[in-house]
């Protein structure tokens, strides 16, 4: 019998994952937090916008305009596809997905500028705690996760979670019971450890091939 895979997200067509589906692996993708909104008051005047995630994308163009006035950076191509996507334009830097990597490039070429962080109420300001010391810091909010009150899910042999706060709905929930646990990122594996106890596999890159990549493994 196949094996059955939880993923902390809705897959879209083009995912890799769509490939294990069709080699007949049961899937269930499901984001466990609602995502909302949060009115852009203002923000101050920055040499740099950064997003973490195309969720921050989408809400900051929601209301606000591309200038020219800014530099904007992402962490990973795939936000960097979500921006060129509502702008037209691709971000002056794209991040490999990889918060240490992208702080280091950041203290090499922009040292002493400011940076805006684009982000979510509970961001885990991967990027920004790295560059606090080294760059001057600010941050806008635009949306904020809410973990979903009602949860159903089928017992699975695999589970993947994207974020920490998706780990935490799920465990608010069930107990662990001997499934193999996958992490995107060192941040969401730590809060994965702090939940259950168990050290998950780690994507280092915030990217689905990366998680892909590391399921296949263990099914193969």
Known sequence: MKSSIFISRSLKANSPFQKIKNDGYNIIDLSLIDIKPVAIE??????????????GVRHFFDTQEY????????????TANVFYSITGRSPKYTGNGIPKDVAENFITYEQG????FVKAKNSEDSVRNLLSD??????LIVYKNVIKTEID???CDHLIFTS???????????????????AMGQSTADSIFSLCGVVAKIAERTSELELY???????S
């Not at 500028?113 to 805006?116: A, R």
């Not at 080294?134 to 941050?139: G, H, Q, R, V």
């Not at 920490?164 to 996958?182: D, P």
């Open 134 to 139: 080294e760059m001057i810091c600010k941050d």
């Open 67 to 78: 200038s020219t006035d800014y530099q904007y950076g992402v962490l990973s191509a795939g």
């Open 213 to 219: 990549g590391l399921i296949i493994r263990e099914l």
């Open 113 to 116: 500028q400011s940076i805006l």
């Open 42 to 55: 203002d923000y101050p005047t920055t040499h740099w916008i950064f997003f973490y995630t195309a969720d």
């Open 164 to 182: 920490s706060m998706n780990a935490e709905a799920y465990f608010s929930k069930y107990k662990y019971n001997g499934e193999q646990l996958y």
């Open 153 to 155: 899910l089928p017992a």
